[in-house]
């Protein structure tokens, strides 16, 4: 099962997360992608602590996150043989992967109209912190920043006074979610133009991309959405409340639900402050205040039981640990093994995507681990060789096509 991606070759020139997340997406469904790297390597291999394995050759696990699948040969982009090599590249590929500054590649000499008169159905995909263009298109992109200036971390937090970061790098990891999406898109077009196109996204239109129902409370009804802890905007009760023993969360999406719920917990369901969902969000302290004292005398355990007994969706809050340590999650693919030649036989978290409900996550009967830095640069310069050497086969299709 090799993936419904093979026979894609994709060049990987990202480095840190966002675009190395959108080649490994890519790599999980199946491309081959070959990650280019300077000779030092990719920054996030000395991102940590943690490390992991021998003094001598530690390795990052922030590096492990987001380059499984890949294979990897050192370019020196400043150098005359590490810019043929990569022209070599350019030429057999189907996707190239950039998140350089805007500008940094034509400064390399590969700007887009070269890419496209080397091999006319390469997608780019390019990914920059706040976008190509406009009046601050130039910026360097990092999550953190692009979070609060996204408007994210605005309503992330226990309060509008206090904005937080989401706990993971979301900017960067939607933007390479968002790229592999337009990769995909820009393949499925090729098969009808012969031709490839450039996939343009950043942190900030990723970000953006997912305020849902916070955008559109400002850009129709002019309300601007804060920060309100662990609890909906616009749902009440929907959000975490507390056990005797520890926290719970609960999600009462309806009116029904809601008459279910006061019926088995014993909440008055006359009280004029909670009758309606609009009015459980105007007095959400006060709702907040009942069901605490609803669930103060139950165990979690037993209150999760109950929930679940009279239909209402609720849920533990788990540690990482829990996740990965739970059946669910290995069920359905979320972890997978690989054996990884400094590390040995490590578990990995898993592509989110399966096809035909297999147990193989992104298509891949198996997946490879991330490289050793130019673990594959030898392989990969053979296989330019022998391809070189070969005609290609796009070209062989457009004569086919034109005879």
């Known amino acids: 099962m090799p993936g419904p ?16 997340h959108a080649a490994m997406l890519l790599a999980d469904l199946g491309a081959r992608v070959v990650k280019v790297e300077s000779p030092t390597g990719d920054d996030t291999r000395g991102w940590g602590p943690p490390f992991v394995g021998p003094d001598d050759d530690p390795v990052s696990t922030y590096f492990l996150s987001c380059n499984r699948n890949k294979e990897s040969i050192v370019l020196d982009l400043k150098s005359d043989d590490g810019r043929e090599t990569l022209t070599r590249l350019v030429r057999h590929a189907d996707v190239l992967v950039e998140n350089f500054r805007p500008g940094v590649l034509d400064r390399l000499g590969f700007d887009v109209a070269r890419l496209h008169t080397l091999n006319p159905g390469l997608v780019v995909l390019s990914i920059s912190g706040f976008g190509h263009d406009g009046p601050e298109g130039g910026r360097p992109g990092y999550d953190q920043i692009a979070q609060g200036e996204a408007g994210l971390m605005s309503v992330t937090g226990p309060g509008p006074d206090e904005p937080q970061r989401v ?9 390479g979610l968002h790229g592999a999406l337009g990769v995909t898109a820009a393949l499925r077009e090729r098969e009808v133009t012969g031709r490839g196109r450039v996939v343009r996204t950043s942190l900030l239109a ?30 009440a009760p929907y959000g975490l409340f507390h056990a005797a023993d520890g926290p719970v969360q609960v999600a009462v999406g309806s009116q029904g639900l809601w008459v279910r719920f006061t019926d088995a917990f014993g909440i008055d369901p006359e009280d004029p402050r909670l009758a309606t969902n609009a009015l459980r969000v105007a007095n959400r302290e006060h709702l907040v205040e009942v069901v605490d004292a609803a669930f103060g005398t139950w165990a979690a355990a037993d209150l999760l039981a109950r929930l679940a007994e009279v239909g209402i969706p609720a849920g533990k809050v788990r540690g990482i640990d829990e996740v990965y340590d739970w059946e669910q999650t290995r069920s359905q693919g979320l972890v997978v093994d690989v054996e990884h030649p400094v590390l040995g036989r490590i578990e990995l978290p898993g592509p989110p995507i399966r096809f ?31 391809a070189d050497g070969a005609p290609d086969p796009r070209t062989a299709q457009q004569v086919d096509g034109g005879a």
């Not at 706990?167 to 933007?175: A, H, R």
């Not at 990723?206 to 309100?228: D, E, I, N």
């Not at 035909?356 to 298509?363: E, S």
């Open 5 to 20: 991606l093979d026979g894609i070759t994709v060049v990987d020139l990202s480095r840190a997360l966002a675009g190395p």
């Open 167 to 175: 706990g993971v790098p979301i900017g960067d990891l939607l933007g």
């Open 206 to 235: 990723s970000v953006v991309g997912v305020h849902a129902f916070q955008g559109t409370a400002y850009t129709v009804a002019g309300q601007v959405g804060r920060a309100q802890g662990n609890h909906h905007p616009a749902l």
């Open 356 to 386: 035909d409900d297999n147990a193989y996550a992104g298509g891949r009967e198996t997946h490879l681990p991330p490289p050793g830095l130019d673990e594959h640069g030898a392989a990969v310069r053979a296989w330019l060789d022998e």
